[in-house]
């Protein structure tokens, strides 16, 4: 694909394929991006647009990026598409998260299998039939990846939503009822915890046949604490930011075995 509306760079990226890696870690806030690229070899800022911040180095030997995509899934998508077209084809998104199952407290990590899609940005992709599920091989990395760290993981189907506050505040939206009553139902079905963006991440990846997968770091869990069971809190995604760069590590090295 050829960049749009601007003849030379990614016109919100505003890099070039020459900029970036073919492996790119993403996340959300753009001020993560640096301890990020801390785990890469001969780390150096890139550029800085809007939410997008991205340095490149190396691992294994070979180019990678991270690339903060902001906040929810329309954003994310730009993020993806552009560097879809400088030639990136394997993602890890590191975020944050809520927890949602009874069992996922705050401190612990959740890899994603699949997203449910109650945001926006993929319907203009696929059908609503269509599920969001992340790649095997990325999932697999990111479980051998974890079994190294001290630190609880998780492994199962993400939420993912537009509004961060009709999840913690429904009672306030016209809408409140049925959001309380799906966010009921996805529990009951299994869901770990809720994000924003890993929806659109799985989708998008699939529709241009790139690989794709998430972790999760979970700060609290809003389930428990309606219960009345402890809530401890955590915003310490380092955990989550060394299994990802070992993940994305293992990917490399596969690549390599199987070119």
Known sequence: MSTVYSKDK???????????????????????????????????????????????????????????????????????????????????????????????????VVIGTGAIRMEGTTREYAPIEYPAVADWKVVNALIDAAKGFPVKAHVGVLQCKDSFYGQHDPSTMPVGYELKDKWNAWIECGALASEMESAALFIIAAVRRVRAGSIMTVFANQTRRELGLDDPMSMDSSQAIAIAAEAMRILIRQDKQEA
Request: charged share 20%.
């Open 10 to 108: 990614e016109f919100h990226l505003r890099i070039t394929e020459e900029d970036v890696g073919k492996h790119v870690l993403l996340c959300g806030d753009p001020a993560r991006c640096e301890t990020i690229a801390a785990q890469f070899d001969d780390a150096h800022f890139v550029s800085s647009n809007r939410e997008y911040t991205i340095y490149t180095g190396t691992m294994e030997g070979e180019k990678v990026s991270v690339c903060s995509h902001g906040i929810g899934g329309p954003s994310t998508a730009i993020c993806l598409e552009e560097l879809i077209h400088c030639g990136c084809h394997t993602f890890i998104r590191v975020g944050t998260s809520g927890g949602m199952a009874v069992d996922v407290k705050g401190g612990d």
